[in-house]
């Protein structure tokens, strides 16, 4: 009996000692392999039972009972704490779903714009549920910024409120070069947002960009709803979040995050008093910033960050912050870029503008014969109101590969008067390439080699401008020089971007305009910085170089033009007029890189020894 009881004895040692192995063994694997995202804390699988419990007592109080149902990629979600899947935009990032899970995810399946648009519609219609209006409270005259319309997006797709009602003491203000107009947007697209001009005696400001915390502890005990940050994205929100008295992720210090009560709270209560009194129920939600966010293996609900962002920042960003701002933004958290197709390549055909009737100057005419012998095209394609006129024109027009296109100048874009020439070319530019595709040059350029098959397979190609920039821009797009497909996407948004059209601003239409439209179509447009160099005053500034925006670099200073035979396809000289390129005297009386270009140019049209003889008033005929 004795030797039993021993027996039993150790066996309950052995069995504590294998209980306490596994206990620190998983201890440790979890250690090391960090919480995942898609993990529940213990707290989570708690809450998340209390709420089908009170779910399913509600549908036995109303006679139904909930059935039970197995889920695949294709139905209805439950709540995102809970299911392998959260409905979501096409392609759109499921932010509980493992990165290996989404990288295979099929962006043909259709999703939902409103990320709760996947929910049955008994989840949504709920009389316990917080008021869904949401604030915004703007203070001081400044400009609504892309991170602005970021915070503003990731609300409406997530709460998809009944109103979002934007405060202000002063409203936003557009710049003078027009680039910051996502509030304007905004108001254009959602007919729930609602403006609410801050009273004085309202005291919803505590200064310039501060939103006054006691008013918005008063605006939410009034009336309820959700208060968001300006500089705060919500990243997910569970639906059963609206039925709790109060969920939290604001910090009352720096103003970052987000505050949703019921109405009567918080009161008189304070932040820390409200989520832990006992006879609420509550959540406190982190609210970190976007650096935080990429680092954490478990992914907050809630982000915030500075201004200093635009969308080229997120184009090739391959992180989660980037992946969840191009979700918000682009509605799928793939890197948008645009893909070459060779079944149907751009046109070799090259179109130019000529207005006016006046004279072809030298550059113009190296210009049409760097597109024959040079870029080799099949046909050049001068359209305007009249042929040219002058001595060069008299050399060149009888090419079998030169054809003049008889157009009547427009009067009108969707109404607005166009006055301006160089605006009629931006409208025609445009124009050529829906209806015909091809190369579109303006008359200062010299192609100085073809165009290879790989960069002919793009729907639409351009390169960044360097002498036309003004902040907030951070790019401007310069077709001087476009390559196109025929009836190509960017170059219908393009026409369509005309409704705004400005005859009055020289870049808006021709520059400005392109930019913002690759900004939210990045996938419809190639910039290549080797399609062109832009030379102004005879300084040439390739955009692929470093800090090409700085005009006190240029190809004299600093050998950014190793070798212009194949660094570039075209080279195009704005203004004004290089002198070795005035004229063919002022060429052969030159030797800078300019001149061996154009010299190059007329030794592959064999008129080289032309113009040399003419040079030295021999007769030639």
């Not at 008889?406 to 969707?414: D, G, L, N, V």
């Not at 009386?589 to 592959?604: G, N």
Request: with cysteine; proline share 6%; glycine share 6%.
């Amino acid at each position: 009996m004795t030797s039993l009881r021993r027996f039993t004895s150790l066996s309950y040692i052995n069995v504590l000692l294998v209980l306490i192995f596994l206990v620190l063994y998983s201890t440790i694997t979890f250690y090391i392999a960090g919480l995942q995202q898609n993990c529940l804390s213990a707290k989570e699988i708690a809450e998340h039972i209390r709420d089908m419990q009170k779910e399913e007592e509600r549908h036995s109080q109303d006679g139904h009972r909930p059935q039970l149902k197995i889920s695949d990629n294709k139905s209805e979600p439950n709540d995102d704490r809970g299911s392998k899947k959260l409905t979501a935009p096409p392609g759109q990032i499921d932010f509980v779903k493992a990165e290996t899970e989404l990288l295979h995810q099929s962006s043909e399946e259709p999703q939902p714009f409103y990320v709760f648009d996947g929910k049955p519609q008994s989840m949504l219609l709920n009389s316990s549920y917080t008021l869904n209006t949401v604030y915004y409270i703007w203070c001081g005259s400044r400009w609504f910024e892309f991170p602005h319309y970021l915070s503003v997006m990731s609300v409406i797709r997530l709460l998809r409120p009944d109103n979002l009602i934007f405060m202000y003491d002063k409203l936003p203000v557009v710049d003078s070069w027009t680039y910051n107009t996502w509030f304007g947007e905004l108001r254009e697209k959602y007919p729930f947002l609602q403006l609410h001009p801050l009273a004085e005696n309202e005291n919803g400001c505590d200064g310039f960009a501060k939103p006054s915390m006691p008013f918005i502890y008063r605006l939410l005990t009034r009336t309820g709803g959700m208060y968001v940050n300006e500089l705060t994205i919500i990243s997910k929100f569970p639906i059963n979040y609206r039925t709790k008295d109060a969920v939290s992720a604001l910090d009352s210090d720096t103003g970052f995050g987000y505050l949703m009560t019921k109405p009567g709270l918080p009161g008189v209560r304070s932040l820390d008093q409200l989520l832990t009194d006992p006879k609420l129920t509550t959540q406190a939600v982190q609210c970190i910033h976007k650096d935080k966010f990429v680092a954490a293996n478990r992914k907050s609900g809630c982000v915030y960050m500075s201004t200093s962002l635009f969308p080229k920042d997120i184009w090739e960003l391959d992180d989660s912050f980037g992946r969840l701002v191009r979700t918000i933004f682009y509605g799928t958290p793939k890197i948008l870029r645009p893909i070459p197709t060779y079944d149907d390549l751009i046109p070799n055909i090259a179109h130019i503008v000529w207005l006016g009737r006046g004279e072809m100057d030298f550059l113009f005419y190296l210009c049409v014969l760097s597109l024959i012998h040079m870029a080799k095209v099949e046909a050049v394609y001068i359209h305007g109101d009249g042929p040219p006129s002058g001595m060069y024109w008299q050399l060149i027009k009888n090419h079998e590969k030169v054809h003049l296109i008889y157009r009547e100048p427009p009067a009108t874009i969707y109404g607005t008067n166009v006055k301006v020439l160089s605006h009629i070319t931006d409208i025609w530019r445009v124009d050529f390439m829906i209806k015909y595709g091809g190369i579109y040059v303006d008359t200062d350029t010299i192609f100085v080699r073809p165009l290879e098959r790989e960069t002919r397979g793009y729907d639409a190609i351009g390169s960044y401008d360097w002498t036309y920039w003004n902040h907030p821009f951070p790019d401007t797009i310069n077709f001087g020089v476009a390559l196109g497909k025929r009836n190509a996407k960017y170059w219908h948004k393009f026409q369509e971007s005309m409704k705004w059209f400005m005859d009055e601003d020289w870049s808006w239409n021709g520059l400005r305009q392109p930019y913002r439209i690759q900004e939210r179509h990045p996938d419809l447009v190639l910039v290549d910085p080797h399609l062109q160099i832009i030379c102004f005053r005879s300084l040439c500034h390739p955009t692929w170089w470093p800090n090409y925006h700085n005009e006190s670099i240029h190809h004299l200073n600093s050998n950014s033009i190793k070798n212009w035979r194949n660094d570039t396809y075209a080279f195009h000289w704005t203004l004004p007029t290089p002198y070795e390129l005035l004229n063919h005297s002022t060429l052969l009386s030159s030797h800078s890189m300019f001149s061996e270009i154009a010299v190059t140019v007329l030794q592959e049209a064999n008129m080289l020894d032309y113009f040399k003889n003419l040079h030295k008033g021999q007769t030639v005929h």
